[in-house]
């Protein structure tokens, strides 16, 4: 048992209490209608309508997030030049930005 600030925390208890709600769970489940069909229950119910293909639903992410893409054009066209692809060079500039970012947490820490 742990005692903290709001309580105290004891993990058989906690070992309990999920095995005692996964009980509840699986009894309630198993209540449930044993005549369940696949076919027409899965289909989505939309008054009566046919569902449309997905073809004909389906939002491309160049429609998604044209205004947000256009917007930043000059950003993605310079992050472009810069993508190499090389694991190398991405691992350089994750050393790099957090040795800066040490160095700066370093000195202010220090004033």
Request: proline share 3%; net charge positive.
């Amino acid at each position: 048992m742990i005692k903290t600030v709001g309580g105290y925390w004891d993990p058989i208890i906690w070992i309990i209490a999920f095995i005692v709600i996964f009980i509840l769970a699986y009894m309630i489940r198993a209540i449930g209608k044993k005549e369940y069909r696949k076919g027409e229950q899965i289909k989505p119910f939309l008054s009566g309508m046919e569902e449309p293909s997905k073809e004909a639903v389906h939002i491309r992410a160049s429609n998604l997030y044209w205004g947000f893409v256009e917007a930043l054009k000059s950003y993605y066209e310079t992050m472009k030049k810069m993508h190499t692809g090389i694991i190398n060079d991405y691992v350089a500039w994750f050393v790099g930005i957090t040795a800066i970012i040490f160095i700066a947490v370093f000195i202010v820490g220090i004033i």
